[in-house]
């Protein structure tokens, strides 16, 4: 027998076992929605009169993930294994009732791909013009959740964020770290020699500063509410490019005339998941709060003293005027550890014997992808 023939004989034997593989993949799949039904019919038969049912549990499936990375084997790498476990999740979720999760738009922007790393793509996701306009829609109950920006690697704290925080009173339900890779963007019609504006958010014209100071000089940069509203532009001129991710490229249909130009290779940007439901212990969480203090000599030490006497691990510190009063500063805070943990509850007493004010703002999973 020649070669070749061994060789086709040795493919179609692995082509028969794939598509063996496959069928049982598909039923166990099938059996894993199956019970998810079986979990909504159970909830909504065991619900007291009046009472909502719960079906997205963030403290479940971060123990989930987590435990399908440890197990995993190979070759495909921990992320790619969990994010195919997450779209499973995401779809078999659906079937009990389909998520709505708000983001600051419009479509195409790193806050919708934050809502889809997150919940998976089978969620109805619904784009806002700012991120008041995301907790609100979260506090009207018009949504399930909300996704803001909270902070990146390059620029530091959305500050929008962090005063809606003051005004609204939501819940951190959990995190999402993304990677933000940038794109210099153009349409079918830009004359690529002939570019004389390029548009983008402001936070990402900043993010790759030195590399436009080296390749587009003396081009206009124009700042605009979104890079997707950047991407939106470019589709319509001839003489503009815009800075903008792989959502919005693919959304408007440009080309990549330069790719990942972002001046730090570990650019990211972290973003919140907001709702109104408090997540139990996982075992590995963060929580989030907001400490107002009066302007003194002092007040910063005396507020950190208990972190250090406890041993908690402070991972943030964002200070901003407080709305509640003249000379008082919010001091937003990250930390690890869960509220409920002993440990952590007498750091919380002891910071609220001293603070004019202490808000939780939740505890909830670290970053599992």
Same mark, same amino acid.
């Given at each position: 027998?020649?070669?070749?023939?061994?060789?086709?004989?040795?493919?179609?034997?692995?082509?028969?076992?794939? #598509?063996?593989?496959?069928?049982?993949?598909?039923?166990?799949?099938?059996?894993?929605?199956?019970? $998810?039904?079986?979990?909504?019919? @159970?909830?909504?038969?065991?619900?007291?009169?009046?009472?909502?049912? @719960?079906?997205?549990?963030?403290? /479940?499936?971060?123990? @989930?993930?987590?435990?399908?990375?440890?197990?995993?084997?190979?070759?495909?790498?921990?992320?790619?294994?969990?994010?195919?476990?997450?779209?499973?999740?995401?779809?078999?979720?659906?079937?009990?009732?389909?998520?709505?999760?708000?983001?600051?738009?419009?479509?195409?922007?790193?806050?919708?791909?934050?809502?889809?790393?997150?919940?998976?793509?089978?969620?109805?996701?619904?784009?806002?013009?700012?991120?008041?306009?995301?907790? /609100?829609?979260?506090?009207?109950?018009? +949504?399930?959740?909300?996704?803001?920006?909270?902070?990146?690697? &390059?620029?530091?704290?959305?500050?929008? &964020?962090?005063?809606?925080?003051?005004?609204?009173?939501? +819940?951190?339900?959990?995190?999402?770290?993304?990677?933000?890779?940038?794109?210099? =963007?153009?349409?079918?019609?830009?004359?690529?020699?002939?570019?004389?504006?390029?548009?983008?958010?402001?936070?990402?014209? $900043?993010?790759?500063?030195?590399?436009?100071?080296?390749?587009?000089?003396?081009?206009?940069?124009?700042?605009?509410?979104?890079?997707? #509203?950047?991407?939106? /532009?470019?589709?319509?001129?001839?003489?503009?490019?815009?800075?903008?991710?792989?959502?919005?490229?693919?959304?408007?249909?440009?080309?990549?005339?330069?790719?990942?130009?972002?001046?730090?290779?570990?650019?990211?940007?972290?973003? =919140?998941?907001?709702?109104?439901?408090?997540?139990?212990?996982?075992?590995? #969480?963060?929580?989030?709060?907001?400490?107002?203090?009066?302007?003194?000599?002092?007040? =910063?030490?005396?507020?950190?003293?208990?972190?250090?006497?406890?041993?908690?691990? =402070?991972?943030?510190?964002?200070?901003?005027?407080?709305?509640?009063?003249?000379?008082?500063?919010?001091?937003?805070?990250?930390? @690890?550890?869960?509220?409920?943990?002993?440990?952590?509850?007498?750091?919380?007493?002891?910071?609220?014997?001293? $603070? !004019?004010?202490?808000? !939780?703002?939740?505890?909830?999973?670290?970053?599992?992808?």
């Amino acid at each position: 027998m020649s070669n070749d023939a061994n060789t086709d004989q040795a493919l179609q034997a692995l082509r028969l076992r794939i #598509d063996s593989l496959d069928e049982k993949i598909l039923e166990l799949i099938s059996d894993r929605a199956r019970c $998810a039904e079986e979990v909504a019919r @159970v909830k909504m038969a065991t619900l007291a009169e009046g009472e909502v049912p @719960v079906f997205y549990r963030p403290e /479940r499936e971060a123990q @989930v993930l987590k435990r399908v990375m440890e197990r995993n084997r190979g070759p495909l790498g921990n992320e790619d294994m969990a994010r195919l476990f997450r779209e499973i999740m995401s779809s078999c979720l659906a079937l009990e009732n389909p998520l709505k999760v708000a983001y600051l738009g419009p479509e195409g922007t790193f806050s919708q791909a934050a809502a889809m790393k997150h919940f998976g793509h089978a969620v109805i996701s619904q784009p806002m013009a700012a991120i008041d306009e995301v907790f /609100r829609e979260v506090v009207a109950g018009a +949504v399930n959740f909300g996704v803001v920006p909270v902070e990146n690697s &390059t620029e530091g704290a959305v500050n929008h &964020t962090l005063d809606s925080f003051l005004e609204h009173d939501l +819940v951190i339900c959990g995190e999402v770290e993304l990677r933000i890779h940038h794109h210099l =963007l153009v349409g079918d019609a830009t004359k690529t020699d002939r570019i004389t504006r390029i548009y983008s958010h402001a936070q990402s014209l $900043a993010q790759c500063r030195k590399w436009l100071d080296a390749h587009y000089p003396n081009v206009e940069r124009v700042a605009v509410s979104s890079n997707a #509203d950047a991407a939106r /532009r470019v589709k319509s001129e001839w003489n503009s490019a815009a800075i903008a991710g792989d959502m919005a490229a693919n959304l408007y249909d440009l080309t990549r005339l330069a790719e990942k130009i972002e001046d730090r290779p570990d650019n990211s940007t972290r973003f =919140l998941i907001i709702g109104n439901q408090e997540v139990p212990p996982t075992g590995d #969480d963060k929580t989030s709060v907001i400490v107002s203090m009066r302007n003194k000599p002092g007040a =910063l030490h005396e507020l950190l003293v208990p972190f250090h006497q406890n041993g908690i691990d =402070l991972t943030r510190i964002e200070t901003r005027p407080s709305r509640s009063g003249k000379w008082t500063y919010a001091f937003f805070i990250d930390f @690890v550890g869960h509220h409920r943990d002993p440990l952590i509850k007498d750091v919380l007493e002891k910071i609220n014997g001293e $603070a !004019v004010a202490l808000k !939780v703002l939740g505890s909830y999973p670290k970053a599992v992808l």
